[in-house]
């Protein structure tokens, strides 16, 4: 299990990590969301140890990093899939990993195998892909077979196969009573990955709980197609409604719920062939939660001539 006790780190004048306090546990894929810069990267370096916390503490089974025998029998990370030593080869990073951890040699031939570069072994990291480089990343975090795994955008550069294959590793990870904690940017993979959803925002805690808890209680839209979508789009501006078109004459109406739409189309004598209710999504509810956190944001408005 992975315990972040009031965690905060400072850069100089930046504080990248602002008392941060929750659990990560066993059995379960939590995913790990915030915008850019909002210290996912960082709150991970803590955690193995590359980064000391100005405050507060990361551990790891009730230990800091510093603290265990032997570092990847405990915990494996993938942070940075091109930090590698480009002359190296595949077999050769994760030999010098096996050695520095007393792991047997015949270990790095069964993750490379597991992870499907096994056929380019011999070949130097510094030709990889980025796809290729992550799937070496997680050979790397498997080599010591630890109960707790981190791993940070660990799509990046896969194709639809890889993506399905890393989705299925980590749902099996979970039933073996591992500690799986993934960062990811991508909404939608999170939302069919994870089984638990921590969101943080400009270095501090913003909510956690399951995709469903999540999008239960958030606001969504409501599809409606009808007869006269110009005069319902009217009708429905005129009660406070926020309407948008979508295809074939159909309408995405936020900040009325289906009854109020339905009952505004009959008492204006608008026929209406479809109403559907639409959830928000977990993208829609992240952009809701992290609004406020954006280091760099859109702009509606035009700025260039």
């Given at each position: 299990m992975l315990k972040i006790d009031h965690l905060s780190k400072r850069y100089g004048a930046t504080l990248a990590v602002n008392d941060l306090d929750f659990e990560v546990k066993p059995g379960v894929v939590t995913g790990f969301l915030g915008p850019n810069g909002?210290?996912?990267?960082t709150t991970m370096r803590v955690i193995i140890?590359?980064?000391?916390?100005?405050?507060?503490?990361?551990?790891?089974?009730?230990?800091?990093?510093?603290?265990?025998?032997?570092?990847?029998?405990?915990?494996?990370?993938l942070l940075d899939a091109k930090a590698l030593d480009?002359?190296?080869?595949?077999?050769?990073?994760?030999?010098?990993?096996?050695?520095?951890?007393?792991?047997?040699?015949?270990?790095?031939?069964?993750?490379l195998e597991f992870v499907g570069v096994a056929s380019v072994a011999n070949k130097k990291v510094g030709g990889f892909s980025l796809g290729m480089s992550q799937?070496?990343?997680?050979?790397?975090?498997?080599?010591?077979?630890?109960?707790?795994?981190?791993?940070?955008?660990?799509?990046?550069?896969?194709?639809?196969?890889?993506?399905?294959?890393?989705?299925?590793f980590f749902r099996s990870l979970a039933k073996e009573g591992r500690t799986v904690f993934v960062s990811s940017h991508l909404m939608s993979e999170m939302a069919v990955s994870a089984d638990q959803i921590i969101v943080i925002g400009r270095g501090k805690f913003i909510t956690s709980g399951t995709v469903d808890d999540l999008t239960a209680n958030a606001a969504g839209t409501v599809l409606v197609r009808s007869s006269d979508p110009s005069r319902l789009t009217q009708v429905l501006n005129e009660?406070?409604?926020?309407?948008?078109?979508?295809?074939?004459?159909?309408?995405?109406?936020?900040?009325?719920?289906?009854?109020q739409v339905g009952e505004a189309a009959f008492a204006a004598g608008i026929v209406v062939h479809e109403l559907t209710p639409q959830r928000a999504s977990l993208?829609?509810?992240?952009?809701?939660?992290?609004?406020?956190?954006?280091?760099?944001?859109h702009r509606s408005e035009a700025v260039l001539p």
């Open positions: 909002s210290g996912k990267s140890g590359l980064d000391r916390p100005t405050s507060g503490r990361a551990t790891i089974n009730g230990q800091t990093y510093d603290q265990l025998k032997a570092p990847l029998r405990e915990v494996g990370a480009p002359s190296r080869s595949a077999r050769n990073h994760l030999r010098a990993l096996a050695l520095a951890n007393r792991i047997p040699f015949k270990r790095v031939d069964e993750v799937r070496l990343g997680i050979a790397g975090a498997l080599l010591g077979d630890p109960g707790v795994l981190l791993f940070d955008e660990p799509v990046n550069g896969l194709d639809p196969e890889g993506i399905r294959w890393i989705r299925d009660a406070h409604g926020v309407v948008e078109p979508v295809n074939d004459a159909g309408l995405s109406v936020a900040g009325l719920t289906s009854d993208e829609d509810v992240f952009m809701d939660l992290t609004a406020d956190s954006l280091e760099y944001g």
